[in-house]
């Protein structure tokens, strides 16, 4: 498959596709999508193709379309067509010709441009510039401007442009056609509610048309239809005479925390009063105000800065970064972050693990406060994890696999896709019995908790949590007659390529992990905060769960390496399966290709994993495991490991990284950009993979950086790629920023806030630094 | 708007399209649809394009798919599509160039076939030729075959196709997302089930190959998605070499009469069985036996002979009893017509007035068992008739508006298109006051009986309805004190652009009509048919209702002609309203641009009407007013006609051929036809028009052949039109078969039954037919 992607513009934040293919419309849509953690807008064109997929998401809108179907994002109605017909001619880059066509994202400013001269397959050429932003300073407003200039002929050009609330989620509809309403023939607005959770979608939007700077009003008509309602235009245009079309929309809902208590009418007054002060503001203003706001709330706060000798890789940190922003609910505690951020249909906005162990890192370390509010939502989730915890016959809090609104609790589909060999749906045991989420969750919790030392939110949520889910871990475990143990049977680890397996290692050893960690707190608050230790103790027993915990912790089986060779079974059985030849795999592009040729049953006999599962464990509890057995797995597991999943390559580089492989850690980061960045113009289809891009600041600041939270400490031990000359980046530590720059020689770290003194592990020495520090790097390997 | 379509090959029963616009598919999606009655299936094109609208209906599966929503005719899957890429590039024919060109509905085989040779932008050139079917043997078949050769370079072909359940109404989705399965990875089934009133489609599908007439198996996969089940093959064609490829498919549902007992799996087994024998027989035999239907079942019983100096007029009548078959569910009398068939989503697949006034006259002519079986599903959805008379606080049968599913009752949407003076949405009445399809579906019973002589109907179903729209009508007069008189207040007549009017001539009459109707029967049945009259008379209270007949019959207000000029009001306000120059609408091509100018509240302020109202009147009740009053009505009502309905050009010109204007009448057939033969590419976006269909053989049975049922009697007046020689056509009467052969010089009538003496009218003499009868043509004029 041939790339049409342009990296090349890296020093300009520019990431451009430089040629246009009708069939390959997905990835741009994906990767170049446009958001402000409020809603996403996937960055499909104002002319229309056949495989485009329009979406515009508004997070935490979640809706059933059906009793039988899990809840989802909906896809809200489009706002951005825009269809020409030129001289009668249906504008679309399928047909006539083009040329010096460039389609670009600036990741700095968050604006879309694409530009290009049409010629039509009548000779008619026609300049078109097309601009477009969502509104990183008010989050509800989406503006447009298209500037079209008649070259060689005069042009009729009619536009249609409107709402258009006839988008589904792959065919599923999870609105009702709602009130039309066009105002003084110039305002449009379009209202759907979802069917389930009976939301209501404002949709408001308007255009306006320039000659110079003039604007001018075309002769218009007004159209209703079943779930659209949209306005036709007729300009003329002199051979060399340009316009501008401006098209000003802003989407509210009745979920939106600024919107509680406004009555329908109220709201859609509000929407329109708002669109009227958006549209006199103009597009240039909108996107001026919008930069402004990427300048001054994300790129000041958090610059990573690399010197590289692929220009790419400073751009590839900078896309992470970009799409860390736009996926993000920075807005509203009641939302996490789906695994394909709010840029597609995928996983269905749900949230998993991904958030608390690939992309909280990221805030935990760069924007604390916006860590906290992503933790606040597994609080606020706490009743739904009760419930899944009692429906399956547990005690405590068992998160919900996928996760959507607050009171959802577990919404995991129950089937996925075709089994080669029965010719059925293939059953998706996720939601019933990869549990280790809610020990994720609890890890997430104190890793916070250690980079910030915010003893208020342990207070309020943190105990609370890293307690009921222990309280969840007791209640599951098994106890064996046979050796007097605990066991946690029946459960899909990491690796999702094994199903139904017993003593899977990274759950038990997190299961010990979070029981311990419990303990350790529980001991502490009764100390230290009698207040906080009686309120818990009225809502979960804990001195009763206390006792449970003593009883058992200390009992449950934690699987050992092989004496002969250090690798440490990843569940009961692994070691023990049928090892086959997977060269053919491990070179592949497309992930899942095994699917091909085996189906699930048959994946699940054969020592094969889809990711990271002991390694998993390695990288998360790195303090308690060696380097030797580190290696040691490392050697036996990663030749086993497809990297199917998109968590897989940056825990991988990570690790590398750690074990000093410089070469391999920077393959591995070059191989996770490419997920999304890459060359296969159809892998980021279903939306960007908020993971793997939380992984790409991970193998920079975890990986090349070397920082961690190892056992509550900081640790910092860098290691640059060979290719690059200079690392440099803020971090946040226990309220002190700390600037750190990284060249092969030295490490430099400044504390910026310079209040108070930062301990940390460098070395194998521990360092105090209040002002500024310069360490040589000794690790020249 | 350039045409497409090409009508030359009339006497090969061919409708063609000359060129191809992807811009332009609607038209000749609907009129080329292809159906059985059971099923209707627009003819999009295998390969897809942005602007299709892919239909697959079955008949009287109605699905609400929300409360504020009205039932309508739900989107199955699609089973048609089959994607090519060829050598890496999609085939579509907006890329690259094509020749050759002709895309073709043969009417008599029912069979599309579409060919061209295409040549890629990269310069393969490939000869493809498309056949399609759906069977008039099995209704539940759907054949396709693929005739693809490579001509000038060997080329790597992918094919995709399946089933593609993301089919939606405009964006309203009518199905849960149900089992997918493949059976030997060559069978593919997709259940979904509608949501409201959980039927359950099964779509069964498989694909074949050949190389000659060897069958051969193709590397392929399969693949599962959200909503859809399709199988991927890779076939490599040398230069010069050919292959195809053939699909054929079932649907069942569990609303089908022949699936009922069945559970869902046993139906699954049924389509798989049945497919399987269907796949066995091969698409050329499918075929033939379909095509084998439609010269024994309908061309062999109905044909319809015109020699024309234009080819065309022939082509066209074959054309509307082409889509009479197809539009006519003849398998389940638990279904009626839908005004535009099931060749769209326009109306929603509701049966009107339209079926009674303007299609079911074919059947009773030509098929009397096809028109009981249609007023019989108006005989079962009394109950909702009733009911809908109840809620409005009247009595008797209140026949709905629009009327979809037994149990429904009314279903006339409430919401229409734009206001343009308010911006808002324009509310529908007709759900609510149009009243007059009461009485028209007891004209129509009338009809049926005065036509057939068919007592049993009567005896079980025809007195019944006959009665209980004449007990509703007493029971909707308004006695006014004023002119001791009772009035109909408050409806909407024929003409929709006249909303709450009072006194609605057409509306009156018909009551009046129904009331006396009801009265002569009722005498009639007391006196002869005592066990029918007690039967009813329980029901009823025949003994109340006549009472109250007889007391106000006499004392509904009957609108007269004006003295000075013969005009009769068409309501009460009409003739004082505003007259305004209506020339620069009734030139238009299009309908309903009054619209662009005025909202409906300022059209029914005016002297404008949409369609036939009076004349509508006069066309029913012929007998009932002079020639005199007609034309007066036609000089002054017809100018002020926009014709913006297609229920108006076809009674314009029967009515213009009475009143012997032949070059009129000529002249308004020809427009009938045009409605979806015509050049505007849009005309028919929402499937085909049904009424106007049955209009066309109104034209010429009613118009040019001059037959009638006028009170109660046959009579028989042709005036052909100057271009035609002669017209010959068969119609039953009273059990007896009489072929017409009609030219300038003489009628020949043929009893070709000749059991029985048939009566009939002409020339103002009495004639009596036994054998055949030869009789001058008179009327030159």
Redesign the interface.
């Known amino acids: 498959m041939k790339t049409l992607m342009d990296y090349t513009r890296a020093e300009d934040w520019v990431i451009a596709e430089k040629a246009f293919n009708s ?1 390959l419309l997905d990835k741009v849509e994906a990767i170049m999508s446009l958001g402000n953690g409020y809603m996403g807008l996937r960055s499909a064109t104002e002319e ?3 495989k485009e997929t329009r979406n515009l998401f508004v997070a935490g809108t979640f809706n059933k ?2 009793e ?2 899990v809840t989802e994002l909906p896809n809200g109605a489009d706002l951005i067509s825009i269809e020409f017909f030129i001289n009668g001619e ?1 504008f ?1 880059l ?2 006539g010709s083009y040329r010096d066509y460039r389609r670009e994202l600036n990741i700095r400013t968050g604006e879309l441009h694409r530009c290009f001269i049409w010629i039509s397959p009548k000779g008619d050429e026609i300049d078109f510039h097309f601009y477009r932003i969502v509104s990183l300073k008010d989050i509800h407003v989406i503006a447009q401007r298209v500037e079209v200039k008649a070259i060689n002929k005069d042009l009729d050009i009619k536009i249609l442009s409107g709402i258009d ?4 989620n ?4 999870h609105f ?2 709602g ?7 110039k305002y449009m607005q379009f209202i759907q509610s979802t ?1 389930e959770s009976n939301i209501d979608f404002v949709h408001t939007s308007t255009l306006s048309f320039f000659k110079g700077n003039m604007s001018f009003e075309p002769e218009s ?7 659209r ?1 949209y306005s036709s235009f007729k300009v003329s245009l002199k051979a060399g005479e340009g316009m501008t079309i401006e098209k000003v929309s802003n989407v509210h809902t009745s979920r939106d925390l600024d919107n509680q208590g406004l009555s329908l009418e109220e709201l859609q007054d509000k929407a329109l009063k708002e669109l009227k002060s958006a549209e006199a503001k103009g597009y240039i203003s909108l996107a001026h105000e919008s930069a402004k706001a990427w300048e001054e709330t994300v790129w000041n706060s958090c610059d990573i800065s690399i010197s590289s000798a692929e220009a790419f890789d400073q751009l590839a940190i900078r896309f992470a970064q970009y799409h860390l922003r736009i996926m993000t609910p920075y807005h509203d505690n009641r939302m996490s972050i789906g695994a394909k951020g709010i840029s597609g249909e995928g996983y269905k906005g749900h949230s998993f693990w991904d958030t608390e162990i690939f992309i909280l890192p990221y805030y935990i370390f760069t924007n604390p406060k916006e860590a906290r509010r992503l933790l606040e939502y597994r609080y606020l989730t706490l009743p739904g994890a009760r419930r899944k915890a009692r429906e399956n016959n547990y005690r405590g809090a068992m998160f919900p696999w996928e996760s959507a609104w607050l009171e959802d609790g577990e919404v995991t589909p129950v089937w996925g ?2 089994d ?1 060999v029965t ?3 293939t059953k998706i045991w996720s939601g019933f019995i990869e549990q280790h989420i809610s020990a994720d969750i609890a890890f997430a919790v104190w890793q916070y908790y250690m980079a910030t030392g915010d003893q208020e939110f342990m207070d309020t949520y943190g105990y609370e949590i890293i307690f009921d889910t222990a309280i969840f871990w007791t209640s599951r475990l098994e106890y064996s007659e046979e050796d007097k143990l605990y066991h946690i049977n029946d459960v899909v680890g990491p690796d999702e390529y094994k199903e139904h397996v017993d003593d899977n290692a990274f759950t038990n050893y997190m299961a010990y992990w979070n029981i311990e960690k419990a303990m350790e707190y529980c001991d502490h608050i009764k100390a230290n905060s009698k207040e906080v230790y009686h309120r818990l103790d009225k809502v979960l027993d804990l001195r009763g769960a206390y006792r449970e915990w003593l009883d058992k912790k200390d009992k449950i089986y934690l699987p050992r390496a092989r004496e002969e060779d250090g690798v440490m079974p990843q569940d009961k059985t692994y070691l023990t399966l049928e090892d086959i030849d997977l060269s053919k795999y491990k070179k592949q592009e497309q992930v899942g290709l095994m699917f ?1 040729d085996y189906n699930l049953e048959q994946v699940n006999k054969l020592q094969v994993s889809k990711q990271a599962d002991i390694m998993m464990l390695f990288f998360l509890l790195e303090g308690r495991f060696s380097m030797d057995i580190k290696k040691a797995n490392w050697n036996y597991y990663e030749p086993r490991t497809l990297h199917d999943s998109s968590l897989s390559l940056s825990t991988h580089c990570v690790l590398a990284s750690d074990m000093g492989d410089r070469a391999l850690a920077y393959n591995l980061y070059k191989r996770a950009c490419r997920i999304d960045l890459g060359e296969n113009m159809h892998s980021s289809k279903d939306g960007i993979h908020a993971a793997s891009i939380g992984g790409m600041w991970q193998c920079i600041v975890y990986g090349f950086g070397g920082v961690r939270m190892v056992d509550g400490h900081l640790r910092i031990e860098p290691r640059l790629p060979e290719a690059w000359r200079e690392l440099s980046f803020t971090i946040e530590w226990r309220g002190q920023a700390l600037r750190l720059t990284i060249d092969k020689q030295k490490l430099i770290i400044e504390n910026l806030t310079g209040k108070e003194e930062v301990t940390f592990l460098h070395g194998g020495r521990t360092y105090r630094l209040l002002h500024k520090l310069e360490l040589a790097m000794n690790d020249k390997k």
């Open positions: 069939e229309r193709y056949l379309f059906h039988d179907e249906y679309t399928d047909k609330g006839r988008m589904t792959s065919g599923s509809q009702t056609d009130e039309k309403r066009f105002y003084h023939k069917t008509s007004t159209i209703m239809d079943r779930r309602i896709s075709a080669i010719g059925m749906r091909l």
